[in-house]
């Protein structure tokens, strides 16, 4: 097997070298804030799906590192939203306070509307894509982030409430989260110039890691440590969400993570050089942060 | 001369049913409230500037249409910001209570996102323009929306204080307004594939109407009614904001308006079916609202 830390980090040097350059350091504070978030010490899973799935089917990494990077940012602009007081208010993140306990509301708002807006410049400004690719990409990123993403997921999220059947968490994390990996996992294949059948394989791999990251996630608010986590627990309850812990308890919860991640290494199993994204999937199923 | 408000309805018309389209009416609070306020009775002055140059320089206009629902998108976007609690908490827009006090906070930062959204789909989503097209409308309006233009504009707009220099409140006036009519004009071009000289009419026209136009709502902000302008006014003076008033007084002000869209008129008087833009710089330096 191939040593996951080891790829993962080298992944993630690739993408916040070019973070750096994509988000130049200046003495602003939106740009402050913005860089303060992004290199909070993410683990990059979404670069690495992007980067990963480019290698598998044969493609140039470095075509698909400003879709990384787009990706990177986008979601480090949901997380700050989702973070401000009027949506979870939440003052811890990745061992660190939320970026408007640092930089205050304003700074926070527009730190975030600064990195949905240059995610897409990066796109667009990069020199390996074509105008076609370019386009595709960007589709991408706005279906996964836009009204059909990340925001319905948000807006649904805020009206979770007990009760609520299987297939309703379901949608809001197909939402709140699948979308982005789903789209990490597609944006791979663009820069590779892949096949339908081959997006169709990244797509599927990454709804079954999406769904399996999000029950563990909602496992992990229930049985992580703040240390390991990073960021408060306990947060589901406190505020009356229904969780798939809810639903399935936490030990069938556990087997539905591993039932998934077996099937999205199964997807991939067949295809030479998937040696990184099966541990991915091991990995995603059994963390503990 | 051309009857400026039958060509401005018009325009506004044919936005309109766009809008209505490229922001489909349903039954949730984010689509509700991003209605909400893009049909909030805005005058359509950013769209009616791309459309009119697209006219002006022999394009089809229904290829100008996305560009013009994406601007005036964006523009409503960087207004729900702007009025929330954190930037200038405002209660009042176009003489309605501003989105986030009818929709609460959350959605209407969601609304915002949505439209900042939904401005690059309907771009990409069009089928009357090129591939080359559609990017170079996307990096105008990134430019103009971005770290480069509004976002920056807000920034310096938070850390205007009293005493600063008829540059410095030039600078956030050109970064938070002026960029965007900018933008407006150019799109108009691009719509019509004119040549870089156009595309620099187009744009020196911008600049002059851009400064006339926040000059004048300086003037206003002392000189209007909260009745004629349907938003709170003196709020610059509360805010202990500089504004032009402050460097140049109220009449001196108006002169510098009245010079600024000579100016502009100058710049396309010479051509062809330039009336409307002629009617729209006088207008905009004249205007009560």
Known sequence: MVDLSEKLREYCEKVNNALDIAIEDKDEPAVKSMRYSIFAGGKRIRAAIV??????????????????????????????????????????????????????????????AGLYARAFETVLGCSGLSSEQKIEGMNILLSASGLNGIISGQMLDMENK???????????????????????????????????????IALEYAKNVGLAFQIKD???????????????????????????VDILGVENAQKEVDRLSSKAKEIVCDINGCEFLMSLAEYLANRKT
Chains 1, 2 share one sequence.
Not at 69 to 98: F, N, Q, V
């Open 51 to 112: 980067l990963a799935f480019c290698e598998l089917f044969g493609g140039d990494i470095n075509k698909a590192i400003p879709f990384a990077c787009a990706i990177e940012m986008i979601h480090t602009y949901s997380l700050i939203y989702d973070d401000l007081p009027c949506m979870d208010d939440d003052t811890l993140r990745r061992g660190k306070p939320t970026n408007h306990v640092v930089f205050g509301e304003a700074t926070a708002l527009m730190a975030g």
């Open 162 to 200: 007990p009760g609520l059947t299987e297939d309703e968490v379901m949608r809001i994390h197909k939402l709140k989260t699948s979308a982005m990996l789903e789209a990490s996992a597609v944006l791979g294949c663009v820069a590779a110039e892949c096949s339908d059948k081959e997006k169709n």
């Open 218 to 244: 909602d496992i992990l608010d229930v049985c992580g440590t703040v240390e390991d986590m990073g960021k408060t627990l306990g947060k589901d309850k406190a505020s009356m969400k229904t969780t798939f």
